[in-house]
């Protein structure tokens, strides 16, 4: 049975940081694409950002783009969020999923397994 639980959101100033860790259980971890999505209050559900398999490519929703980096550990099973620069927009619940497919897609219908979802909050 696949797993993934998220952890590290909370509650930060404007301007601060936060890593958001995903850890996948029950899944050949390499051989998926892993990804995160927010969802803001009141908002759909949106992609974060990307990460491929094996060969490291990574996407960026371009509200995003040069705070935020995904990076994972294979060898932990383990997917990262490192969010810089954090903004009151970026308040969302943050979930990691995970497409049965080393590629990267945006679409949020492609994946497959979803996290239970992470608050981050980002006051003014």
């Known amino acids: 049975q696949v797993h993934l639980a998220e952890s590290g959101g909370g509650l930060v100033q404007a301007g601060g940081s936060l890593r958001l860790s995903c850890a996948a259980s029950?899944?050949?971890?390499?051989?998926?694409?892993m990804a995160w999505f927010r969802q803001p209050p009141g908002k759909e559900r949106e992609f974060v950002t990307a990460?491929?398999?094996?060969?490291?490519?990574?996407h960026y929703a371009d509200s995003v783009k040069g705070r935020f980096t995904i990076s994972r550990d294979n060898a932990k099973s383990t997917v990262y969020l490192q969010m810089n620069s954090l903004k009151p927009d970026d308040t969302a619940v943050y979930y990691c999923a995970a497409r049965p497919s080393p590629l990267i897609v945006v679409d949020l219908g492609l994946y497959r397994y979803w996290g239970q979802g992470t608050q981050v909050t980002v006051s003014s």
């Open positions: 990460i491929s398999g094996s060969n490291g490519n990574t």
């Open positions: 029950g899944l050949t971890f390499s051989a998926y694409a």
